[in-house]
């Protein structure tokens, strides 16, 4: 069966770091661009970070540039998102995507269930 599973999120102070990780199963993420996303109450689902799969390049939303580092490792098969001066407004599910046409190539072919992350006094 192939499955992304999101791990890591939970209940930080403003100002504090989590380390979301991306693992697969069934399959490899070596050929596959990896895009994390996020959702909050009321709100679209927007873009976070990607990395691709060709030559490790990585981009990031604005809003989390400077704070987010995303990164892979695929010997382990897993892909990480690293969070650190977290705000409340990054409140949200996260979810990671495979995407075999690339970081913004829109195939999304595989997505993870979600992982929550609230920042919050």
């Known amino acids: 069966q192939v499955q992304l599973v999101e791990s890591g999120g939970g209940l930080v102070q403003p100002g504090g770091s989590l380390r979301l990780s991306c693992a697969a199963s069934?399959?490899?993420?070596?050929?596959?661009?990896i895009g994390w996303f996020r959702q909050a109450p009321g709100k679209e689902r927007e873009g976070v970070s990607c990395?691709?799969?060709?030559?490790?390049?990585?981009y990031y939303a604005d809003s989390v540039k400077g704070r987010f580092t995303i990164s892979r490792d695929n010997a382990k098969n897993t892909v990480y998102l690293q969070m650190n001066s977290l705000k409340p407004e990054d409140t949200a599910v996260y979810y990671c995507?495979?995407?075999?046409?690339?970081?913004?190539?829109?195939?999304?072919?595989?997505w993870g269930q979600g992982t929550q992350v609230t920042v919050s006094s």
């Open positions: 069934g399959f490899t993420l070596d050929y596959y661009a």
């Open positions: 995507a495979t995407d075999s046409l690339g970081c913004r190539g829109g195939a999304y072919d595989y």
């Open positions: 990395i691709s799969s060709s030559d490790g390049s990585t």
